[in-house]
């Protein structure tokens, strides 16, 4: 093949999108696809941006914005994954995209797949994904709704009693409040000080990190106690 002839690298960007809208729309359980055609449009208009600031890059946003709207619409059985993978390119476009506008329907558009997420997402399936979409959905509430984001720590808590992240997030959250900082380091003193005998070495592991996080958590409310700091880093 003449060399003129070879396809460039946006063509071949552009065969490969192609290829994976197909086998989204396929089989919509391969949420996958959907992550790497919303990042190759990403990086298409980065690169087109870069190369020219009043590049119309709005299409190449809008089809990494739209990658799993059709699946969602086609109710699959999935539908919990496809509004992580949704939330996972939203987060991903509030970061790229510097648009005004566009920054504040991502935003809104986070939230609304988000909380599609964690209205359905199912401890007894994946107590994982469910422990994730949880916290991170408790965080949104945080900024505008406490006593709803403090309704969902305790409820992730109830359901994984062993889990360190939930009672950290919520103690962090509570310290915000200077009424509050008691009920904070009353949540941390659940956490043990060391992982439990017979746990693997990488549960162990893991661990040791999340309780070393939660003693920097306890340190800081401690700290803003003694300070009497209203708002805490």
Request: proline share 6%; net charge negative; glycine share 2%.
């Amino acid at each position: 093949m003449a060399y003129d002839k070879r396809p460039t690298d946006e063509q071949k960007v552009n065969a490969a999108v192609v290829q994976l809208l197909q086998i989204l729309h396929d089989d919509p359980t391969i949420t996958s696809a959907g992550h790497w055609i919303a990042a190759a449009r990403i990086r298409q208009a980065q690169n087109a941006l870069a190369a020219d600031h009043n590049s119309d890059v709005g299409q190449l946003f809008a089809q990494a914005a739209g990658v799993y709207d059709e699946a969602i619409k086609s109710h699959p059985d999935n539908l919990t994954q496809l509004y992580i993978a949704q939330t996972d390119v939203l987060s991903q476009l509030i970061r790229a995209d510097s648009r005004p506008d566009f920054r504040k329907t991502y935003v809104d558009r986070y939230r609304q797949a988000l909380d599609q997420a964690q209205s359905l997402v199912d401890p007894k399936k994946n107590i994982y994904e469910y422990t994730a979409v949880k916290l991170q959905w408790a965080k949104i509430l945080d900024t505008s709704d406490p006593a709803g984001a403090e309704k969902v720590y305790h409820e992730v808590i109830r359901v994984s009693p062993d889990e360190i992240p939930p009672k950290t997030e919520l103690a962090r959250m509570l310290d915000k409040d200077p009424a509050r900082r008691q009920d904070a380091l009353t949540v941390l003193d659940q956490i043990p000080q060391s992982p439990p005998i017979g746990a693997s070495e990488a549960r162990r592991a893991l661990m040791y990190d999340q309780i070393a996080s939660a003693q920097l958590v306890r340190v800081q409310v401690l700290i803003d106690e003694l300070t009497g700091t209203s708002d805490p880093v």
